[in-house]
Every structure is written in structure tokens, then in C-alpha cells.
């Protein structure tokens, strides 16, 4: 699978993808991660992608027509490839969308800043992705974010012992149970006992209610 990153600040990118379970799936080629200066495709020779918004306002908007040159040119290389738009007016992003967007060849996202875009940029592109309800310098993270989380959904991504199958979100509303290790009793604070019985169908039991009880504190999408 390949990720193709258009941003203004494509070094942002190296220090989280350069570690860890995202670096081994590039290793093992199981994603490319393309990150490409969104300036290549500026409106003019000082390489600006930004202009005031008519009408005034305070801020500036990246142009609708620097996006749809990115987009030409990626979509010359791979035209199958889904295009998403990093906004934070966008339908918020879940693990369904994670296990979703796994199944492309190829992801365009697009990162903005300043202001955000021309509205004409939404015209443009497939999906318009929020990671929350809150807004952020640029486009950045939440491409890291959905970045992380499709990847580690691919086969191979994690490690034969780690399932992605039984967590937190794999269902809506399911919380994982909670988990403990050495010590067993750390500060005065113990290690249920029932996860010390050796008793595999209680142990069962126990960690099934453990993850309902959570899922119902948890804040259920209706
Ligand atoms: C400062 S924000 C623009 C916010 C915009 N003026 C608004 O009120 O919706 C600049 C860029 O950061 C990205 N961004 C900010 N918050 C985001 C969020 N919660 N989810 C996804 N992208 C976000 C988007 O690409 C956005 O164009």
C-alpha cells in the first residue's frame, strides 16, 4: 500500500515514521510512505500555495488550484489512488475508517494550513477526514495519525502475538480489558486474583464482563 503525504513540511514526517512498527512495515515494504512539498506546485515563482480570502477575514487559504495540480500529478502516477482532505470540519475519523481505508492501494492526503482551504479544494477530493473536535496548526498529525493506524491493520504489520482483532474500537463501543504484569503487587495495588487462578474459562469470564463494564463508560456513538 502506498501513502502519498502533500504538505508544506514534509521533514515533520521522518522523526515519527523513522521508528518503531511503522519503519519495520516500510522496511518490509509492506507501505511506502510518500511525503511531497506541497511548494512544487506553487501559483507563482516565490513558491507561496496560500492567498487571502475574498470578502476579508482574518488568515490565509491554500489555493484550489495548487491542490488540483497535486492532485493531477499524483493521480498521473496512480489513478486509482483515494484522495483525502485533512480538515477539521471533516466526519471524525474511527478504527472502521482505519480498517477501511487498509483496503486501497493508494491514499492521497492532502495536509493543510494557515486558515485551511478554499472551499472549492472539497470539490476536489473523495473524503474530508477530522481526527477530532478540536483544530490544529496543520495537517500534519492527523496525516500521521491515519497513516499509523491503517498500517498497523495491514497483514504483517504486527507481530504474530499482537492481535488487532480483540481491541479497543475493533467494535463500536468495545473497550479492551484491562491488562496487568510483574509485580503482582505493586504499592499495595493487586493483581485480580482470578487472573492468578490458572482457571482459562473464569479468567474468560472475567475479562468478557471487564470490557462490557468499560464499553458501557465509554462515550457510545448511537
Ligand atoms: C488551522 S487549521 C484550519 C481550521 C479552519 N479554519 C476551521 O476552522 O475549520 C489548518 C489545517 O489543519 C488541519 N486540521 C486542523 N485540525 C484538524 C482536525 N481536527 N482534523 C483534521 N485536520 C485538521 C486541516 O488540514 C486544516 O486545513
Redesign the pocket.
Known sequence: MKFDVVTLFPKMFEGVFGESMIKRAVDKKIVEIKTHDMRQWAWNSYGAVDDKPYGGGV?ML?RVDVIAKAIKNLKSKSPKSKVL??????KR?TQKDAERLGKYENLII????????DERVSELVDEE???????????E??AMVIIDSVTRLLPGVLGKDISSKEESHSTPGYIEYPQYTRPENYDGKKVPGVLLSGDPKKIKVWLTQQSKQAGQEEDIPS
Not at 482532505?85 to 471533516?90: D, N, P, V
Not at 492532502?110 to 482551504?117: D, K, L, Q
Not at 473536535?133 to 496543520?138: K, P
Open positions: 488568515g491554500i482532505l485533512t480538515s477539521a470540519r471533516g475519523f492532502i495536509c493543510g494550513h494557515y486558515e485551511g482551504f477526514i477530522s481526527i477530532g473536535d478540536y483544530v490544529l496548526t496543520g495537517g498529525i492527523p
